[in-house]
Structure formats: C-alpha cells, structure tokens
C-alpha cells in the first residue's frame, strides 16, 4: 500500500469522525433548546412559579332592569336599542316594541396571601327581557334578596390625620370576604366589645346557578 492511499483513507476517517461528532453536538444542542423552551413555559405561567399567586373566583354581582326598544330581528333573534345587544326573541316582538330588560353583571374576585380583595367588574349583560316592568322586578327580586343577619366582628380601630379622627369596623361575610365600614363613635363604643354583629345584607344570587351567591354588606341593622 502506497503512502498516497494510505493518507486518502486516513483523511477519510477524519472526515467521518467530524461528521459524527457533528452529529453529536446537534443532537445535544436540539436537548438543550428543548429544555430552554419547557423552562420558558414555566416562567411565563405565574402558577409555577409563584407560591403567592391570588385566588380567583368569579361570583354575581348586581342586576339591573331598564327599559330599552326592539331593533332588528334577525332570524329568531333581536337587537335591543340603543347598543345592539342581541337576545332571543322568545316572546315573538316586532321591531320598535317597548320591552323591560334584566341585565346582570359578575365580579372577578381576587384574594392575594395577605388577604386583600380585587375586585374586577365585568360589563352589563342582559339577560331576559319581559312585557312589563312588574315582571321583571319579580325576577329579580328573586336573584338580589334583603335579609338581617349575624356575622363575625373581626374588630374596631381609629385612624388619626391633621388631627382628625376615624373609626371603623371590620366584619366577616359569609362569603368569607372582610369589608371595612366607617362607623360612628357611638357605634365605635357598642361595638368595641363585641365577637357578633347584626347587619343587613343583600345576597345577589347567581341567575344560572342558585345556590351561587355574592353577600354584600348594606348596614347595620340597629
């Protein structure tokens, strides 16, 4: 063998040893950019990285009934004036008919760690209509009902300012939310010694799912 032939095979074998190695290293580089993207997934979802991150809930919040005028009907649908909101024509109106509507709107509650409340609202939404305004309050007196109750007093502070003095109180509903309420100083001095309270809430009752309910405070009931 011939020294000529003997350096073409061994340029050969450098060749193929480059070329595995090539192959090696793409292989490696493909695992690592896999990798990177599987972290980039979790970095960019709050859930997996943060042991602080709130607890959403979305609840009702309101209802609402106003009076609004039929507009365009399309197929077995319609168009409520003046913003073109779209219900189904179930009670088979014409265009131009006066109708009640009852519109609800939800809340995107957040609880943080530290137990503060975001509250986002959501827009108006209608929900029914109906041929007379007695008949829609019916409906909705069903969803949002008055009622006097106990609930927890979590406590009374005062706050100070440019000389100026505020007392407050903070009670529990029984949405496990706390709300913080001004309070008189003769109020403050009831209070003051009390676990319990007697308050008037308002319980907004979820149109789809009833025993789905928001409590909101609406006073103190002596």
């Not at 896999?34 to 972290?39: E, I, R, T």
């Not at 530290?114 to 109906?130: C, E, H, I, R």
Request: hydrophobic share 35%; net charge neutral; charged share 25%.
């Amino acid at each position: 063998m011939n020294k000529k032939s003997m350096t073409g095979r061994s340029q050969q074998r450098k060749m193929r040893n480059r070329i595995i190695i090539g192959i090696i290293v793409a292989f490696v580089l493909l695992g690592l950019i896999a990798s990177c993207a599987g972290d980039k997934t979790n970095v960019l979802d709050p859930s997996a990285n943060s042991s602080s991150s709130a607890e959403s809930s979305v609840v009702p919040w309101d209802y609402k009934i106003e009076q609004s005028k039929v507009g365009d009907l399309i197929g077995g649908d319609m168009t409520l004036q003046p913003n073109n909101q779209m219900l189904p024509n179930d009670n088979n109106y014409a265009t131009g008919d006066n109708v009640w509507v009852l519109s609800f709107m939800t809340a995107e509650m957040k609880t943080a760690s530290d137990g503060k409340n975001d509250v986002t609202l959501s827009a108006w939404t209608p929900l029914k209509t109906f041929k007379t305004e007695k008949e829609a309050k019916t409906d909705m007196d069903q969803l949002k009902l008055q009622i006097e109750t106990e609930v927890d007093l979590i406590g009374v502070y005062k706050t100070q300012y440019e000389s100026k003095e505020r007392d407050f109180a903070v009670v529990k509903l029984p949405s496990g939310h706390n709300i913080k309420q001004p309070i008189s100083k003769e109020r403050y001095a009831e209070l003051k010694d009390k676990k319990r309270v007697k308050v008037v809430l308002e319980e907004v009752h979820d149109f789809s799912d009833y025993d789905l309910a928001m409590s909101k405070f609406r006073g103190w009931a002596n």
